[in-house]
């Protein structure tokens, strides 16, 4: 059962795509982090029990520039809908730079860089900001920290949540990523019939139906649309 759509509501699904301009890489583009490493090595369960601290290393040097990163203005473009909207970042990316930018609702499907946790099922989290994980470095229930990130074959977090924010949104906003790992990609199928819906994107493979395509740089393009939305949603309240 679909929940009503909510006239104020935004969701936006990004991927790697939005921190391209902070200088953070995306994985699939021509020098993308999957052109350099081998994810089956480096962000699987299987890469983890053979190599744990290749693992750890991947993940921290990736940590180590997502803290040295800053916000750009696509990240500050969705923040700035908060002054009108009520916005739900969903975001496949593991780095903070929404929060950063002053999105308020952000919602981690593949986990958070800033974070460590035990390999128990007790999944006891530590924030670690910036800082590397070493092999040997132990959580209190004993067991080797890990990185707080959802690997491939792993459970998704959060996923029945962001589905619903989908499906109850007005205006449904992709940006950035190529939609090709799922369950995340699948989100844009839970869109409203009657949803405005956008993918910002350097390119698209398929775009999904009912969607407009706006192709450029998200720091070139979420400002204007972040203007136009806060003016029609002006211009909406004046009128009322
Ligand atoms: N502005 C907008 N879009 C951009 C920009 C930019 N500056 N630069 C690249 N893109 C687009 C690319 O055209 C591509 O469609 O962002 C997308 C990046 O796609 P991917 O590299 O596949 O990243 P993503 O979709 O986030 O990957 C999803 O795969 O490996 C896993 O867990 C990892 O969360 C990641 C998931």
């Keep these: 059962m679909k929940p009503d759509i909510q006239p104020n509501k935004i969701a936006v699904l990004t991927g790697a795509g939005v921190s391209a301009e902070s200088g953070l890489p995306t994985f699939r583009d021509s020098h993308g982090l999957w052109n350099s490493y081998s994810w089956e090595q480096v962000a699987?369960?299987?890469?983890?029990?053979?190599?744990?601290?290749?693992?750890?290393?991947?993940?921290?040097?990736?940590?180590r520039q997502?803290?040295?990163?800053?916000?750009?203005?696509?990240?500050?473009?969705?923040?700035?809908l908060e002054a009108a909207f009520e916005v739900v970042v969903i975001t496949q990316n593991v780095d903070e730079l929404h929060e950063r930018?002053?999105?308020?609702?952000?919602?981690h499907?593949?986990?958070?860089?800033?974070?460590?946790?035990?390999?128990?099922?007790?999944?006891?989290?530590?924030?670690?900001?910036?800082?590397?994980?070493?092999?040997?470095?132990?959580?209190?229930?004993?067991?080797?920290?890990?990185?707080?990130?959802?690997?491939f074959g792993e459970e998704v977090q959060?996923?029945?949540?962001?589905?619903?924010?989908?499906?109850?949104?007005?205006?449904v906003l992709v940006v950035g990523t190529s939609l090709s790992v799922f369950p995340?990609?699948?989100?844009?199928?839970?869109?409203?019939?009657?949803?405005?819906?956008?993918?910002?994107?350097?390119?698209?493979?398929?775009l999904p139906p009912g969607f407009e395509f706006l192709r450029g740089?998200?720091?070139?393009v979420l400002p204007a649309l972040a203007a136009k939305w806060l003016e029609d949603e002006r211009v909406r309240i004046a009128q009322a």
């Design 184 to 206: 995340a990609a699948s989100l844009v199928t839970m869109a409203g019939a009657r949803a405005q819906k956008v993918l910002v994107s350097l390119e698209v493979e398929r």
């Design 101 to 107: 930018a002053g999105s308020k609702h952000v919602i």
């Design 158 to 171: 959060f996923f029945e949540e962001a589905c619903s924010h989908v499906a109850g949104a007005a205006r």
């Design 217 to 220: 740089r998200a720091a070139e």
């Design 44 to 63: 699987s369960p299987e890469g983890w029990r053979v190599r744990p601290a290749a693992v750890l290393e991947f993940y921290n040097e990736r940590r």
């Design 109 to 151: 499907l593949h986990g958070e860089l800033a974070y460590a946790r035990g390999t128990s099922e007790a999944r006891k989290r530590y924030r670690i900001d910036g800082e590397p994980i070493t092999m040997g470095q132990l959580c209190e229930d004993g067991t080797q920290l890990r990185p707080d990130i959802v690997w």
């Design 66 to 80: 997502a803290w040295l990163a800053s916000p750009n203005a696509g990240h500050e473009a969705i923040a700035s």
